[in-house]
């Protein structure tokens, strides 16, 4: 036997395609679908968006049909609706509409220049004091805003400011959980060695945040913006207590005040529903144009030192 033979029996094969060498071959494992984690967001999904189907369909029903068809049943009467909600008190809805815009707004960006700032700031700069600081800032995120409404309404009171869009807009410029977020994503998406390196280079500290600090904290600015403007646009107790002219009311109040007319008149239950499914389009319509610049994962924007 010659000598090629002996060497090309004691030669092992050649591992099959798609396969590790030293592994044992057959038909590749397939993925375990993870029914458990599947079935659960399935059932947080439908339970986030069935009471949105319930205002979509009834919105569609006339007062009638809306208390005597099915659930789930489209109706006849949304043009009506509509109409009657346009006509109803010369169209004060839109107001409400327009307050809501105003004060969710003009209050998110307010209240996302205080978070930058501020998160900047306990993030970049070590001082005495900074960790009480922050510390007193996670106290103020864990206390429920009804425990703060009384105390603000009396200091409105005490300013004179009750019943004015003032006393509803300047309460929700510090947002201590934005002022969280803002130094959470700060630390992780500007480097110390960056600032430093542009302190050198003679640039001022303003200059610094407003070129350096703030495009690369801009993900997560727009997540606080985003955080606050739904905040705002959903936030009722305090505008219910602050404001007593319905010309100044949000969406939310004003809505309020519709429902608890119609135990008297059932024919407004048609117009809250209809109003409430159109106050979801403007949130729809935001989350479409800025989903690009949002980022979930705040330390996305990280450099690694």
């Known amino acids: 036997m010659s000598t090629s033979t002996l060497a090309g029996g004691r030669r092992k094969a050649a591992p099959a395609a798609g396969t590790t060498p ?180 003679g640039a001022g500290e303003w200059r610094i945040f407003l070129r350096i600090g703030v495009p690369m904290m801009s993900p997560g600015l727009v997540t606080i913006f985003l955080f606050q403007f739904v905040a705002i646009w959903n936030n009722f107790l305090l505008p219910y207590i602050m404001l007593s002219d319905d010309g100044k009311f949000p969406m939310t109040v004003g809505l309020f005040t519709l429902l608890a007319q119609g135990s008297n008149t059932p024919a407004l239950y048609t117009l809250v529903i209809t109003g409430a499914l159109l106050a979801i389009v403007p949130l729809i319509a935001l989350f479409l144009v800025v989903q690009r610049f949002w980022s979930l994962d705040l330390l996305s924007g990280a450099v690694k030192s």
């Open 22 to 201: 030293g592994s044992a071959q057959g038909p590749p494992r397939r993925r375990r679908t993870a029914l458990l984690p599947t079935a659960a967001l399935l059932l947080g999904a439908v339970y986030c968006l069935l009471p949105v189907a319930w205002v979509l369909v009834a919105a569609t029903k006339s007062g009638s049909e809306l208390f005597s068809t099915f659930t789930f049943l489209p109706g006849s009467g949304l043009a009506d609706n509509l109409t009657g909600l346009h006509a109803y008190r010369d169209g004060i809805y839109w107001q409400w509409m327009a307050n809501s815009g105003l004060y969710a707004g003009l209050g998110a960006v307010l209240s996302t220049v205080v978070s930058a700032v501020s998160g900047y700031a306990l993030a970049v700069y070590r001082f005495r004091g900074r960790e009480v600081i922050f510390n007193v800032l996670l106290a103020g995120v864990l206390m429920p805003p009804v425990i703060l409404a009384i105390p603000q309404y009396l200091l409105m009171a005490k300013a004179d400011l009750t019943d004015s869009y003032l006393s509803v807009l300047l309460p929700l410029i510090l947002s201590p959980y934005g002022v969280y977020l803002g130094r959470v994503y700060a630390q992780a998406a500007v480097p110390s060695e960056l600032v430093e390196a542009a302190r050198m280079d």
